[in-house]
Nanobody
Framework: VQLQASGGGQVQPGGSVRLSCAAP????????MGWFRQAPGKDREFVGA????????DYADFMKGRFTISRDNAKNTVYLQMNSLKPEDMAVYYC???????????????????WGQGTLVTVSS
């Protein structure tokens, strides 16, 4: 199963971008879907995750309301809407999917079953 992330590119500081991640071939509604990111020279970090139903989400503290995760179970797609982008948000963003996650494990990269190839978001003027 290959998760297919898209939507990255260059955006100006203060701008917005929406990333998408398609997950064909899985029972999407049975999966917790999340996003991680890795900036150049830094460790990979958790961004956020959405429960299987989409009613519950968990976000990293640094997001401070700027990012929103949503999902469309009919389209097997999860989204990451990023607003008020800062230069420090520049990173490769990875989507992930996990079937049997509990809330306490959502922030762990190795708790997921599938990982996308990543999409680069560059924030610069």
């Amino acid at each position: 199963v290959q998760l297919q992330a898209s939507g990255g590119g260059q955006v100006q500081p203060g701008g917005s971008v929406r990333l998408s991640c398609a997950a064909p071939g899985i029972t999407f509604r049975s999966y917790t879907m999340g996003w991680f990111r890795q900036a150049p020279g830094k460790d990979r970090e958790f961004v956020g995750a959405s429960s299987r139903s989409g009613y519950t989400s968990d976000y990293a503290d640094f997001m401070k309301g700027r990012f929103t995760i949503s999902r469309d179970n009919a389209k097997n797609t999860v989204y990451l809407q990023m607003n008020s982008l800062k230069p420090e948000d520049m990173a490769v963003y990875y989507c992930v999917g996990g079937r049997s996650l509990i809330m306490s494990s959502m922030r762990r990269w190795d708790a997921y079953d599938y990982w996308g190839q990543g999409t680069l978001v560059t924030v610069s003027s």
